[in-house]
């Protein structure tokens, strides 16, 4: 079992720029979570995909969107990078039906704005 | 004022030291308790969890929570080189896959050979 892989796991790109990560959920989960972690700090949700559809969103500006294809797989976009955008984006794996108790993370997509 | 207080170290110890790790929180709606630890690098792994008040042990952690004062720790016995990461504690208001994870900002701990 491959767990939760994301791509790339790293990137620079400069401040005005577009970036898309990737995550790839783990076998038999449905639902797939992002989270930002600056530097120093504990990961904060930005949101949630089950169905395809974005189920929950935390406390993140519209240039922060994501999609879920048909097979679980799932994508952040960031839109009008900001220096600030700058950290490790992580997603997270659970089962539509199971508790968030049995969520796995991905090793992180390591994001620099320059 | 955050909803979980952290204190991000870094936490120094030599070997074989008992560690106790700890957070604070605002929010009387969180039920489910979390400890991850995460590797430089790498993503969070989950350690343990603890639904409402009580004490969990596993091995050589115990987690325990105090509802009535907010308070949560980890405890770390005999502890290893290998142990060295970032702790974080992380809270949810129920255990549904609905629900999103409130993370402390990590405490960095090394243990010296």
């Known amino acids: 079992d491959a767990g939760v892989t994301q791509s790339p796991t790293h990137l620079i790109k400069t401040r005005g720029q577009q970036v898309t990560l990737r995550c790839s959920p783990k076998s038999g989960h449905d639902t797939v979570s992002w989270y930002q972690q600056a530097l120093g700090q504990g990961p904060q949700f930005i949101f949630q995909y089950y169905e395809e559809e974005e189920r929950q969103r935390g406390n993140f500006p519209d240039r922060f969107s994501g999609h879920q294809f048909p097979n679980y797989s799932s994508e952040l976009n960031v839109n009008a990078l900001l220096l600030g955008d700058s950290a490790l984006y992580l997603c997270?794996?659970?089962?539509?039906?199971?508790?968030?108790?049995?969520?796995?993370f991905g090793q992180g997509t390591r994001l620099t704005v320059v | 004022q955050k909803e979980v207080e952290q204190d991000p170290g870094p936490l120094s110890v030599p070997e074989g030291a008992i560690v106790s790790l700890n957070c604070t929180y605002s929010n009387s709606a969180f039920q489910y308790f979390m400890w991850y630890r995460q590797y430089s690098r790498k993503g969070p792994e989950l350690l343990m969890y603890?639904?409402?008040?009580g004490n969990k042990e596993d091995g050589r952690f115990t987690a325990q929570v105090d509802k009535s004062s907010k308070y949560i720790s980890l405890f770390i016995r005999d502890s290893q080189p290998s142990d060295s990461a970032t702790y974080l504690c992380?809270?949810?208001?129920?255990?549904?896959?609905?629900?999103?994870?409130?993370f402390g900002t990590g405490t960095l701990l090394a243990v010296q050979p």
């Open positions: 997270a794996s659970s089962t539509g039906q199971g508790a968030i108790l049995y969520a796995f």
């Open positions: 992380a809270m949810s208001g129920y255990g549904g896959a609905t629900n999103k994870l409130i």
């Open positions: 603890t639904y409402s008040s």
